[in-house]
């Protein structure tokens, strides 16, 4: 069973930064494409960033350059740094891995941002 394990959710001001972290464990060697995605409360969940073992990257429109994903070269943590936030981007992040037919989320971590 893999298990996806995220960190550093938190509340902060608006302007502010955070950097999350999701580590796997469990019966995975890597992952191809690791990423965020993000759900506030009443919308859909919604892209933020997936990086794959190439380093190729992706984001969603709403970034703009505020956000920053990276993973470890064991392809078995990915990061987020968040810059310039705003109380838009409270919601739940998700960390999620795929490789082949594995399609592994986990439990989320609360950003709040404050006006």
Do not use: H
């Amino acid at each position: 069973q893999v298990q996806l394990l995220e960190s550093g959710g938190g509340l902060v001001q608006s302007g502010g930064s955070l950097r999350l972290s999701c580590t796997a464990s469990g019966r995975i060697l890597s992952f191809t494409t690791m990423g965020w995605y993000r759900q506030a409360p009443g919308t859909q969940r919604e892209l933020v960033a997936t990086i794959t073992g190439g380093g190729y990257t992706n984001y969603g429109d709403f970034v703009k350059g505020r956000f920053t994903i990276s993973r470890d070269k064991a392809q078995r943590s990915v990061y987020l740094q968040l810059n310039s936030l705003t109380p838009e981007d409270t919601a739940v992040y998700y960390c999620n891995g795929r490789s082949g037919e594995l399609n592994a989320w986990g439990q989320g971590t609360q950003v709040t941002v404050a006006s």
